[in-house]
């Protein structure tokens, strides 16, 4: 089942002499479930087109589509809303609140919505993520490691359409790394989670189940690795 289609996606930056195609023409579908790696060398175009992705960014032409929905046809109000239920955002670093403690961090999405959380799932993420001890601490009393699981819990929270990871393990040490990469199978098989991660490591790449390379702009590779 399709979730993701992209049509025609193109940025650009700037004019005349200063104007930069981050992307060009760019156009592929995910199905749901699947986990998928964009990688490609440092200005490639691949975090311009996760921003996108997750309607951080505008593009200036081409469409994105979530679960049949025109992202960028919705209002600023609806966009907000979509942002914050249909995807859920790990960043390189971690982005916590840094007033928040774990539990908080991770239930913000909801409690913005002036929700209450799912307790059961709530305490099946903290558990799942090895945070069980960790609820209470604020983000500078956790490790490098611990504060991206909190990230990972907190994007999981609203069961997002997409999950989106821009460079997950980039400010982490390798013992993290792999435990990161591990805690992102793991909600991509027991969750059936749609996971979609900007890389420049092909060996992190290798863990999901299809890699699409981009370079200068434009896919120009998209296979399938399990």
Not at 104 to 125: C, F, R, T, W
């Amino acid at each position: 089942m399709e979730i993701l289609r992209v049509e025609n996606l193109c940025k650009r930056y700037g004019k005349d002499s200063t104007l930069v195609e981050a992307l060009k023409n760019v156009s592929f579908k995910v199905e749901k479930g699947e986990f998928v790696a964009i990688v490609g060398p440092s200005g490639s175009g691949k975090s311009t087109l996760l921003h996108i992705l997750g309607g951080v960014d505008k593009p200036t032409s081409g469409h994105v589509y979530v679960e049949g929905t025109d992202v960028f046809s919705l209002n600023e109000n609806n966009l907000a809303i979509f942002r914050r239920r249909q995807v859920g955002l790990i960043y390189q670093f971690y982005n916590l609140i840094p007033i928040l403690n774990v539990k908080e961090n991770i239930s913000l999405p909801v409690l913005l919505d002036g929700k209450e959380p799912d307790e059961k799932y709530l305490q099946e993420l903290i558990e799942t993520l090895g945070l069980e001890n960790r609820v209470n601490h604020l983000p500078n009393e956790l490790s490098g490691g611990q504060q991206q699981r909190v990230s990972i819990g907190r994007a999981l929270i609203y069961h997002p359409s997409l999950l989106l990871a821009d460079e997950p393990t980039g400010n982490l040490d390798s013992k993290s790394s792999h435990e990161i990469m591990e805690l992102l199978e793991i909600s991509n098989k027991r969750y059936g989670q749609t996971i979609i991660m900007i890389t420049h490591d092909e060996n992190l790449a290798m863990h999901a189940d299809r890699i699409i390379t981009i370079e200068d702009g434009k896919i120009i590779r998209d296979e399938k690795v399990k």
